[in-house]
């Protein structure tokens, strides 16, 4: 498994990725945004970096990561992986491998993420990885922390 760019050969299947329980992706899923919207909120926003998961040869998830400007503190903003492939582990690989990007970031001591109350597989993946809850709600979404130090 591995983090790549997205570009003109791949941006279609990633935008096609959803984790809906039909076949099309809407615009805010569940859990997390539609992919369209968050590479549309980072060619806007620069500070975030945007990437496919791919594994095998296969795009199966997108991320987005980077300094949250409002909230001053480096976050993982986004992580999905695609229905078809749920279950089978590639949620906490993939969080790996975007931890270890994030870890190399000039200032990243900690990073920190948001997710909705009712996520239980994704807090469950969070606190596994040694995210810690921090108590406080932001936009109406738990608030983790992970710490370097």
Same mark, same amino acid.
Request: with cysteine; aromatic share 12%.
């Given at each position: 498994?591995?983090?790549?760019?997205?570009?003109?050969?791949?941006?279609?299947?990633?935008?096609?990725?959803?984790?809906?329980?039909?076949?099309?992706?809407?615009?805010?899923?569940?859990?997390?945004?539609?992919?369209?919207?968050?590479?549309?909120?980072?060619?806007?926003? %620069?500070?975030?970096? @945007?990437?496919?998961? =791919?594994?095998? $040869?296969? *795009?199966?998830?997108?991320?987005?990561?980077?300094?949250? /400007?409002?909230?001053?503190?480096?976050?993982?903003?986004?992580?999905?992986?695609?229905?078809?492939?749920?279950?089978?582990?590639?949620?906490?690989?993939?969080?790996?491998?975007?931890?270890?990007?994030?870890?190399?970031?000039?200032?990243?001591?900690?990073?920190?993420?948001?997710?909705?109350?009712? %996520?239980?597989?994704? @807090?469950?993946?969070? =606190?596994?990885? $040694?995210? *810690?809850?921090?108590?406080?709600?932001?936009?109406?979404? /738990?608030?983790?922390?992970?710490?370097?130090?």
């Amino acid at each position: 498994m591995k983090l790549i760019d997205i570009n003109k050969d791949n941006w279609l299947k990633v935008v096609s990725l959803t984790t809906n329980k039909g076949d099309m992706p809407t615009l805010c899923e569940e859990f997390v945004a539609s992919n369209v919207l968050s590479i549309v909120q980072a060619q806007y926003e %620069n500070s975030w970096t @945007k990437k496919a998961i =791919e594994d095998d $040869g296969e *795009i199966i998830g997108f991320t987005m990561y980077g300094f949250d /400007e409002e909230e001053s503190y480096f976050e993982l903003c986004r992580i999905m992986i695609d229905k078809r492939f749920q279950g089978r582990g590639y949620g906490s690989k993939a969080m790996n491998l975007v931890i270890d990007e994030m870890k190399k970031l000039d200032g990243c001591k900690e990073i920190y993420l948001s997710t909705d109350p009712q %996520n239980e597989i994704g @807090k469950h993946i969070y =606190e596994k990885l $040694g995210f *810690i809850n921090t108590g406080k709600i932001i936009d109406d979404e /738990e608030l983790f922390c992970l710490k370097f130090y």
